[in-house]
T-cell receptor, first 116, second 113 residues
Framework: EPEVTQTPSHQVTQMGQEVILRCVPI?????FYWYRQILGQKVEFLVS????????KSEIFDDQFSVERPDGSNFTLKIRSTKLEDSAMYFC??????FGGGQPQHFGDGTRLSIL | GENVEQHPSTLSVQEGDSAVIKCTYS??????FPWYKQELGKRPQLIID?????GEKKDQRIAVTLNKTAKHFSLHITETQPEDSAVYFC????????????FGAGTILRVKS
């Protein structure tokens, strides 16, 4: 069964440094998402992406965050100047063709981001 | 904004018993309700979902019920097994156009053998 893949599995970065998290969505999927989960808390939506542009973003997704689909397969999340509170597990998800009422989002294994 | 409340936060059951987890949602336009199981350090995995044109859906030991009027949906696990132990998250979404999932806070389910 095809899967969403994320790299790296764990990223340790100094506060203030830039970090790029990478995702390869399922190949025929059209919608891409980033979520984050602070340890012990719920999964929170960051941003959705469709047709090479952001569809929706949460208030967490401020000017320090950006997303990009640099080629036909990768989907990246960049944090320009990391803060301690950015420490979390970041999940990428993708979804198939949206019509027909409710298609499931498939999640990757996540990248654990630790800011020191 | 949209919100999903989930209860209980922890649930301990004896192996073989049933477990019920309940969620309520605030956005009346929500029409897609998935349930995810997350084991420690792993990805959320979809276990069942329901759309708003259906009141109940069952898949072996797992069932989900939806009450649109009350904006309430529930997960039922029968004949629980130790491998059911995990964190369960409910979520709500407007299904069209790739809308985001709004997650509940999660329920830690422990199945004691």
């Amino acid at each position: 069964e095809p899967e969403v893949t994320q790299t790296p599995s764990h990223q340790v970065t100094q506060m203030g440094q830039e970090v790029i998290l990478r995702c390869v969505p399922i190949s025929n999927h059209l919608y891409f998402y980033w979520y984050r989960q602070i340890l012990g808390q719920k999964v929170e939506f960051l941003v959705s992406f469709y047709n090479n542009e952001i569809s929706e973003k949460s208030e967490i997704f401020d000017d320090q965050f950006s997303v990009e689909r640099p080629d036909g397969s990768n989907f990246t999340l960049k944090i320009r100047s990391t803060k301690l509170e950015d420490s979390a597990m970041y999940f990428c998800a993708s979804k198939d063709f949206p019509f027909g009422g409710g298609q499931p989002q498939h999640f990757g294994d996540g990248t654990r981001l630790s800011i020191l | 904004g949209e919100n999903v409340e989930q209860h209980p936060s922890t649930l301990s059951v004896q192996e073989g018993d049933s477990a019920v987890i309940k969620c309520t949602y605030s956005d009346s336009a929500s029409n897609y309700f998935p349930w995810y199981k997350q084991e420690l350090g792993k990805r959320p995995q979809l276990i069942i979902d329901i759309r708003s044109n259906v009141g109940e859906k069952k898949d072996q030991r797992i069932a989900v019920t939806l009450n649109k009027t009350a904006k309430h949906f529930s997960l039922h696990i029968t004949e629980t097994q130790p491998e059911d132990s995990a964190v369960y998250f409910c979520a709500a979404s407007r299904a069209e156009y790739g809308n985001k999932l709004v997650f509940g806070a999660g329920t830690i389910l422990r199945v004691k053998s």
